[in-house]
């Protein structure tokens, strides 16, 4: 059973930079799967931030993409997420998840158990 | 940014069968794209419920269950369980944002 851990600052300063890991264990994560950055802001819904897939191609929601990159380390296992610009706006737990195709179809079967960064001075 | 419109909350006693709506529209459920569910508990992380509109994951008991039709997709919960309280999202693809959408989630209330 894979597992999946977030890791990074908790706090981050308006107009900093975001930065956050996700450690895979009990798995590789080289092979057939996405993997992805879901964010939910306190008390809503879950949004979609970004994935990148074991070739290094990479996907963004559009209205994130010209502040968001996501890049995997495969030596050490993990992926990452970096958020510029941030404002309080960005404030969410964010989640790693893994995306993998069954008969065709992808979803999320695997998240991490999230980490909250709160951007504040 | 929430596209798919599910409602605020639904209750049941135990033992009942609760239904919650996922509505979307024709760049999303209605153009074919495939509906998926999360259960998420309070303060942990979603969990795969249904995928590919109506399958369930080994492990997901049988009173849960998906389908779609047209621009909606619901999910059913038969035999309530007080363990069955948790917020519930729908999940599938959008054409025209060209990326993963996920419902504004409901929230799911054992008498």
């Known amino acids: 059973q894979v597992q999946l851990q977030e890791s990074g600052p908790g706090l981050v300063k308006p107009s900093g930079t975001l930065s956050l890991t996700c450690a895979v264990s009990?798995?590789?994560?080289?092979?057939?799967?996405?993997w992805t950055w879901v964010r939910q802001p306190p008390g809503r819904g879950l949004e979609w931030v970004g994935e990148?897939?074991?070739?290094?191609?990479?996907d963004y929601n559009p209205s994130l993409k010209s502040r968001v990159t996501v890049s995997a380390d495969k030596s050490k296992n993990e992926f990452s997420l970096k958020l510029t610009s941030v404002t309080a706006a960005d404030t969410a737990v964010y989640f790693c998840?893994?995306?993998?195709?069954?008969?065709?179809?992808?979803?999320?079967?695997?998240w991490g158990q999230g980490t909250l960064v709160t951007v504040s001075s | 940014q929430s596209v798919l419109t599910q409602p605020p909350s639904v209750s049941g006693a135990p033992g009942q069968r609760v239904t919650i709506s996922c509505t979307g529209t024709?760049?999303?459920?209605?153009?074919?794209?495939?509906v998926h569910w999360y259960q998420q508990l309070p303060g942990t992380a979603p969990k795969l419920l249904i995928y590919g509109d109506f399958n369930r994951p080994s492990g997901v008991p049988g009173r849960f269950s998906g389908s779609k039709s047209g621009t909606s997709a619901s999910l059913a919960i038969t035999g309530l369980q007080a363990e069955d309280e948790a917020t519930y999202h729908c999940?599938?693809?959008?054409?025209?944002?060209?990326?993963?959408?996920f419902g504004t989630g409901t929230q799911v209330t054992v008498l």
């Open positions: 998840a893994r995306m993998i195709s069954v008969a065709g179809t992808w979803h999320f079967d695997s």
């Open positions: 024709s760049f999303n459920i209605g153009g074919g794209y495939e």
């Open positions: 009990g798995g590789s994560i080289s092979g057939y799967y996405w």
């Open positions: 999940q599938s693809y959008d054409s025209t944002l060209r990326g993963y959408v």
């Open positions: 990148i897939y074991d070739d290094g191609r990479t």
